[in-house]
């Protein structure tokens, strides 16, 4: 439902922004100075391996973390009597389900709410660039381009590290022995 909406919205968002097209009169080409372009190209470039490193970093901490807490979960209990009491206890039981279910919907939710993001920033950029061109040029577009690429990324790279340690915990619960 999130997603369809945020479709809608951005057929919605790039509907306007050719209209805007439209009623704009091409400017002159405007020539960005030398060098400015390779940075921004360079800072898009270099935000984009920022955002896989973390994503990447973020999965290796949380698998330690989740062979950590399943020695432990397994090992770890079946060594005392008080984990075995525990491990019997019902409401434990029904405490590891709540915390999955918790866990798993919360990861859907916010995968769902990220995707309809990601949709209306493409449509939000799309739009962006093809009026910057029409106005202003290649070279002022590809900058414009770039640029919002770079600050995607930063973003991409806080959201992804929360939401991927998210949902890796889901991922270790289930593998922990019941």
């Not at 209990?77 to 999955?100: F, Y």
């Not at 002022?140 to 790279?157: E, P, Q, R, Y």
Request: with cysteine; net charge positive; hydrophobic share 35%.
């Amino acid at each position: 439902c999130v997603q369809e909406t945020a479709s809608k919205l951005n057929g919605g968002i790039i509907t306007g922004g050719n209209y805007i097209k439209d009623k704009i009169e091409p400017g002159k080409e405007v020539e960005v100075p030398l060098g400015v372009n390779a940075t921004i190209s360079l800072a898009r470039s270099a935000t984009g391996v920022a955002s896989f490193v973390t994503s990447k970093s973020v999965s290796g901490l949380v698998g330690v973390t989740g062979k950590v807490v399943n020695f432990i979960a397994k090992d770890g209990r079946r060594n005392t009597i008080q984990g075995e009491i525990i491990e019997k206890n019902d409401s434990v039981q029904g405490v590891k389900k709540v915390g999955r279910a918790s866990l798993s919907l919360f990861a859907n939710t916010y995968d769902g709410f990220a995707e309809a993001l990601s949709t209306l920033g493409s449509g939000l950029a799309e739009t962006t660039t093809g009026i910057v061109q029409k106005k202003y040029g290649n070279q002022v577009a590809k900058a414009a381009s770039d640029s919002i690429d770079a600050v995607g990324n930063l973003g991409t790279m806080t959201k992804v590290a929360s939401l991927q340690a998210c949902r890796q915990l889901y991922e270790v619960t289930k593998t922990i022995e019941k």
